[in-house]
């Protein structure tokens, strides 16, 4: 039965290149996980014993490609919505021979909630989620107190949460909902900076040459 919960994304009918769809094809099948009620055995599922780091919503999948080939020590659980993007991060699975991704395409928080067990991730990266930036519709932002006690528990002691946003109110949110959580602490006085394995996006270099901002938020699990 499904959980009930409101979605943090709309399902966009977004092109799919044929380079996409032929990876979708050729790839999927090795490199993409099925949606499933049942935990998942993560050191299964690599083939290793390795620090586990969550990706949810990787939009095109740049950033996460990137990182997987910078730190191939780690291994990159990726979860995304959309076809183009799962085509797009599939296909740079194939040109950089990357061995340390896996993909689900499915809800994160379902995931979270029926595959992911408790203390099994080193780290989790949410980078530039959706800001609903309307107030109406901010109740609809994945960060919220509920999803990140749940994700809190996923973390081993010691374990990250890694949160981008390019939206001050939802920095500021964040910022909040994360203090809030007993099971965390924050690594910085407010925003961190950003760390050396996160790259910086065409999109995010655009903005702040135009004088936007962009905030980090580096929150670690405690030991209890």
Known sequence: ???????????????VSNAQQRSLD???????????????????????DAPKILEIGFGMGESTAAIAQAHPENDY??????????GSLLKQIGERDLANIRIIQHDAVEVL??????????????FFPDPWHKKRHNKR?????PFIA???QKLKPGGYIHVATDWQDYAEQVLAVLSAEPL??????????????????KFEQRGLRLGHGVWDLVFKRIAV
């Not at 909630?113 to 949410?126: C, R």
């Not at 932002?141 to 107190?145: C, F, G, K, S, T």
């Not at 965390?184 to 996006?201: G, I, K, M, S, V």
């Open 77 to 86: 659980l990726a979860l995304e919505v959309h076809s183009p993007g799962v």
């Open 113 to 126: 909630h029926d595959m992911v067990s408790n203390a099994s991730l080193s780290g989790t990266h949410i």
């Open 150 to 152: 749940q994700l809190a």
């Open 141 to 145: 932002r994945l960060i919220q107190p």
């Open 184 to 201: 965390l602490q924050n690594t910085a006085t407010n925003y961190a900076p950003r760390p050396e394995y996160r790259p910086l996006t």
């Open 1 to 15: 039965m499904p959980h009930a919960h409101i979605r943090s994304y709309v399902l966009r009918q977004g092109r």
């Open 26 to 48: 050729t790839l999927l099948p090795r490199f993409g996980i099925p949606y499933s009620a049942q935990l998942l055995d993560l050191i299964q599922t690599f083939g290793r």
